[in-house]
């Protein structure tokens, strides 16, 4: 007998006779529940098939629909998947409040995201960080633009996609790469869905933090068009769907943020006498400096941390994004099934920030109070004041695209074929310009009542404005721009820089697969055999750090242009400032003004730039362009080749009078990498002593000259078993358990060849060893991050839309790195010469991790009505990790004999990690009424910020979204979604629980929608 689409599909996910039998009978008896809106028809037709023994006739169908639906098919996903899952099925995606697939991902059990902007970005999945993790689209890798490999989910509107499965487990004919796991988008097979239908959305978009700023109305709008259809021909049945979606909006932060480099000091000694931290004009260059060897020399109680600079800002933003996905599917008989799927997006993203910056946060300080836990809670000091403005233009770029192909060469052999390519590019563009004042000025800072710092003026005597005897003539007033001039700054002119900086990244994966499923009858372990082979090439170029300038007086290229030319810079002063302050309400959601009196002036950073570059006569903003020759030691050219074959063996046997089904398998995968490189270029000179003969040599940089080029390979074979095997104790209870050993890869941007090359100052060199000093760099050399992992999981399923799981998981991970010294060579005029690279490499350090995972489903059918459809899902998850990330500035150091200096911060987790997560909903359909709440929230995690030492946090957050929608008609719906009802602000600290390094508010935002289904 051929087998059908329902059988097929289930063989594919290898879930096993039995659950084949019982998962086709639910299809027959709730196949209303599988639908969003209606029933899916060619499922339950295809179901009755597989069950037509089966008794129907005193069976009362119930058709739902709704969330209950909704939440009933995601359930099914995670009961008949072989490997541990969770899932979320396509039905959720309308009604689920999210700006993107990402803050539908949140929802998972599990899975924790990193908001940005309002948005969930950078997924955790178990507790472990993204970097660990894994994601694909269509059972394909997608490429990044960011700088790690985390997909931008952003990019896939979350309305065009079918079902996202979270893999916890790993089997072998998964894509390898998820140490934590992996995220599996699916797009819809239209055949497969059966139905002809199209949507047309509009949405109206209202962001409250927008609202605020003059001249703005916080209005945005979306429309989203999708079709699904099928046909027969003479050629076999056709299936396509189109969708696209066009989003036009804003998300403007409002920030309080301090510098990434932190410093210690103290005010008493540890026999408590005091301290004089004005000593010296920072406080790290005084008697008070604290590092690792003297710590104990001074009270606990009055260290402090405090970092180089504050700024507050104020911006405005766009977001305007573009996505097209599409898929045709064709079916010539029942022996072929041939797919193929697109995706293009194109996001257009400018930013444009007004800061007010305390530039000397160590000078001078004084009156300063301790929490005792070395949070700087109030200080007095002496600073420049720096007004700031920054105008970012970001467009990303993605376009993907693959074809697989299905044929059932006999009734028991299948054999596929898949190919792809996936390309990101983002070209990310920043204008920059600042004005900083000639003189410092007393101020304050105090976070005694509350966490947002508030930021004083004081006057030459160090009184502020609610002092007897203040004199405000001699106090900052940053509302005035004039305060700028070198006239109020006795006598000394401000300083004014202006810069053009870079970042582009062009990502690209070319993938072939080919796999086969062998079906073997009549035996009792052995339900069928899987094996293939993958190949896939990615390159990235990645052109980083190229800060550029043009002299307005000498016409040439620099890093960056200051001045402190009273021409150049009064007309900044005269012309750049805003005429007023534009946000009344600014940081509503949190309590205090931030700056003395709520506001202060705003410096535009186009208009600055325009009038210090000179490149238009006017003075007016135009962009210079990038520098002639981009490349330099920051920029990478990797390309990563992997090969990889698997064979997978899925069982369907009994033990002990138990049914057990699942699959066994080995993956083995082998890496090659080949980065290119960067360095100046260099000559060598040679000079002879006239009195004594001796030869000496010496490198030096050539000014001017090319850019050298350097070229490291290398390879690795890692070998990856597993095996996810299900005990069927009872119709309803499940005990799944799994073993396996996976690996995930270093971001590619640290696999670079790039060096910067330290040369010896020395003169009297005469042995070409001795000539470089030292050199530093990525490392190309890095191997994957490798674990061993094992799951046991204890699942109820009472019936179709209740279900109750316990999983314990356990792994043991790499995922630590060391610093070491690596021997390479440098080539100049053909002469290669030794020096030691400092770089970072994996440690062969393991740590471990535990943890429990608790989920729950109900929908409360045995409550009265109207209250019989009330439902919920609640998901807990634990974590315990033995990984240790030293801070970089007062973390444990290892010293170069090995030995190791203990530090007084406690070390950080892993990047992500989170000991408790929750999330919880609470849904309610009544008739044509839906509505549903969302609660998020997870324990404080490790976020590092690229080039910072200091571990910096982010603090314990509760999140609320919910969603209405009522129906008008059976095809007309109105529906309200509201993100982050609470207006829970983004709290970051460095060194300490309450030492702030960020505070960002993006408010609450609104989405009303109309759709039409036709």
């Known amino acids: 007998m051929k087998l059908n689409h329902i059988t097929r599909a289930l063989l594919q996910q290898n879930i096993g006779k039995r659950t084949l039998c019982a998962s086709a009978l639910l299809t027959a008896l709730t196949a209303p529940v599988f639908a969003q809106d209606d029933v899916n ?66 929802n998972i059990t599990s899975v924790s995201g990193h908001r940005g902007k309002g948005s969930a970005s950078e997924m955790s999945i178990r507790g472990m960080g993204p970097f660990l993790g894994y994601s694909t689209f269509n059972e394909r890798t997608v490429t990044s633009a960011g700088y790690t490999r985390a997909v931008n989910f952003k990019k896939f509107p979350s309305d065009l996609v079918d079902k996202v499965v979270v893999y916890k487990s790993q089997q072998a004919n998964l894509i390898e790469g998820g140490v934590s796991g992996t995220i599996a988008l699916s797009s819809l097979r239209p055949l497969d869905y059966g139905e002809n239908v199209g949507s047309i959305e509009l949405t109206g978009i209202y962001n409250e933090t927008e609202a605020r700023v003059d001249g703005e109305n916080g209005l945005g709008n979306r429309a989203t068009f999708s079709y699904v259809d099928q046909f027969e021909t003479d050629f076999g049945a056709f299936g396509y769907t189109i969708g696209g979606q066009r989003t036009d909006s804003s998300n403007p932060e409002e920030s309080l943020l301090t510098s990434s480099t932190l410093y210690a000091c103290a005010t008493n000694y540890a026999d408590g006498s005091p301290v004089d931290i004005r000593s010296a004009s920072d406080c790290e260059d005084g008697d008070g400096a604290i590092d690792r060897d003297n710590v104990n020399d001074y009270d606990p109680d009055s260290q402090f941390f405090v970092p180089s600079s504050t700024t507050y800002r104020t911006m405005e933003e766009s977001d305007e994004r573009n996505a097209i996905v599409g898929t045709l599917q064709w079916q010539p008989n029942d022996n072929w099934d041939i797919y193929g799927d697109f995706e293009w997006s194109r996001n257009e993203y400018t930013e444009d920030r007004h800061d007010l910056t305390v530039s000397d946060g160590r000078r001078y300080l004084d009156n300063v109070v301790t929490d005792g836990n070395r949070t700087l809670e109030y200080r007095t000091g002496e600073s420049k004041f720096e007004a700031q403005g920054y105008y970012r233009d970001e467009i990303e770029r993605y376009n993907g695209f693959g074809l697989k192909i299905d044929h059932y060469m006999t009734d028991a052999l299948l054999v596929s074929l898949d190919l792809s390519y996936s390309r990101s590019h983002r070209n990310r563009s920043s204008f920059q310009s600042r004005i900083k004042t000639g003189d410092r000025w007393n101020y304050s800072l105090d976070q005694r009542q509350h966490r947002l710092t508030r930021l004083r003026f004081l006057d030459e005597n160090g009184l502020n404005a609610d002092q007897e005897g203040f004199d405000s003539s001699t106090a900052f007033n940053p509302t005035n721009p004039e305060s700028w001039l070198g006239v109020n700054n006795n006598g000394t002119n401000p300083e004014a820089r202006y810069r053009r900086q870079m970042d582009e990244r062009f990502d690209t994966i070319k993938a072939a697969r080919f796999d086969v499923n062998y079906a073997i009858e009549n035996n009792d372990w052995i339900a069928s055999v899987d094996a293939g082979i993958r190949y896939s090439e990615e390159h990235l170029t990645s052109d980083l750090d190229t800060n550029t300038a043009i002299d307005p007086n000498t016409g040439e290229r620099v890093s960056e242009y200051k001045t402190t030319n009273v021409d150049e810079t009064t007309p900044l002063i005269e012309n750049c400032f805003l005429p007023k302050w534009n946000n009344d309400e600014w940081f509503k959601s949190e309590n205090g003004d931030g700056v003395e009196g709520g506001e202060y002036a705003q410096f535009d950073g186009r208009c600055g730039f325009g009038l210090l ?29 992997i090969t990889a074959g698997y064979v997978m063996v899925n069982l369907d046997g009994e033990a002990f009078d138990t049914p057990v089904t699942g699959n066994v398998g080995l993956r083995v995968v082998h890496t090659s990498i080949e980065a290119k490189g960067y360095t100046s270029e260099f000559e060598l000179v040679t000079t002879v002593d006239p009195d004594t003969g001796t030869e000496y040599i010496r490198l030096e940089e050539v000014d001017g000259g090319t850019v050298g080029t350097h070229y490291v390979d290398h390879s690795s074979t890692e070998y990856l078993p597993s095996a996810n095997i299900t005990f069927h104790l009872d119709d309803d209870l499940l005990l799944r358990t799994a073993a396996y050993r996976a690996l995930s890869r270093p971001n590619l941007q640290d696999l670079g060849a790039g060096r910067s090359v330290n040369v010896a100052d020395d003169d009297n060199i005469t042995d070409p060893d001795d000539l470089i ?168 995690y490790f976020q590092p910020n690229s080039g910072a030492k200091a571990n910096r946090y982010v603090e314990p957050f509760e999140y609320v979204d919910m969603n209405a929608k ?34 960002s508010s993006t408010g609450t935002k609104y989405f009303v929608s109309l759709k039409h289904k036709f």
């Open 773 to 940: 000093d030292d050199a530093s760099g990525d490392n190309p050399t890095m191997e994957p991050l490798m674990s061993w992992n094992g799951d046991i999981s204890l699942e109820w399923y009472p019936n179709e839309d209740t279900a109750l799981s316990v999983a314990l998981y356990y792994k043991q991970f790499e995922a630590s790195f060391k610093k070491v010294n690596l021997t390479e060579y440098l080539t100049v005029d053909g002469v290669e010469y030794p020096m030691s690279v400092s770089t970072t490499e994996k440690s062969d350090d393991t740590s471990d991790l535990k943890g429990i995972e608790i989920s729950a489903q109900k929908v409360f059918t045995e409550l009265p009505a109207p209250f019989d459809t009330l439902g919920t899902k609640l998901s807990y998850n634990y974590a315990d990790s033995d990984f240790e990330n030293q801070d970089g500035t007062f973390g444990d150091v290892t010293n170069d004999d090995g030995t190791v200096t203990e530090g007084f911060v406690d070390p950080a987790n892993i990047f992500g990690f989170s000991k408790n997560t929750f999330s919880g909903s609470v849904y309610w359909d009544y008739r044509d009424f839906s509505v549903r709440v969302l609660y998020k929230t997870r324990s404080q």
């Open 41 to 106: 028809a060619q499922q339950a037709d295809a179901g009755q098939d597989v069950a037509q023994a089966v008794d129907t006739s005193n069976v009362e169908v119930i058709k739902v629909s709704g969330m209950r639906a909704t939440m009933t098919r995601s359930l099914n996903e995670k009961r008949n998947t072989a490997a541990v899952v969770d899932a979320i099925a396509a039905a959720d995606f309308g009604d689920l409040p999210g700006l993107s697939i990402s803050d539908v991902i949140e």
């Open 613 to 641: 570059s000179q490149a238009n006569p006017d003075g007016s903003f135009t962009d210079i362009g990038r520098k002639p020759d981009t490349r330099s030691n920051g920029d990478d050219d990797i390309r990563e080749d």
């Open 966 to 999: 009522y129906k008008f008609t059976k095809n007309t719906a109105l529906s309200l979604k509201v993100l982050n009802v609470l207006d829970e602000a983004q709290f970051m600290t460095r060194g300490g629980n309450d030492t702030p390094t960020l505070i």
